[in-house]
């Protein structure tokens, strides 16, 4: 059975920082195209950071030079380190596995910017 678990969300005051983690079990984890994407209340859920298994990285222009996405093999985890934070955010943070045509989520970490 597949599972992504995120972990790591909280409250955080404006400026501070949170790294959030995602442990799969259930994959070859190394083999594997992981991802972070957000949902605010209200929006559409929205890509935030892609690493491959080539260690190609992507982010979305609203969290470049903010957000590290890294992972760990031997772990299974893959990691999202966000810094400068800031109220917009604020959102529930998946964690997506892909390789081919297989895809999983994680059942989301909430992440609360606020002072």
């Known amino acids: 059975q597949v599972q992504l678990v995120e972990s790591g969300g909280g409250l955080v005051q404006p400026g501070g920082s949170l790294r959030l983690s995602c442990a799969a079990s259930g994959i070859i984890f190394r083999t594997y195209v992981m991802s972070w994407y957000r949902q605010a209340p209200g929006n559409q859920r929205e890509f935030v950071a892609l690493?491959?298994?080539?260690?190609?990285?992507n982010y979305a222009d609203s969290v470049k030079g903010r957000f590290t996405i890294s992972r760990d093999n031997a772990k299974n985890t893959v990691y999202l380190q966000m810094n400068s934070l800031k109220p917009e955010d604020t959102a529930v943070y998946y964690c997506?596995?892909?390789?081919?045509?297989?895809?999983?989520w994680g059942q989301g970490t909430q992440v609360t910017v606020s002072s």
């Open positions: 997506k596995a892909v390789q081919g045509w297989r895809t999983y």
């Open positions: 690493l491959t298994t080539s260690d190609t990285i």
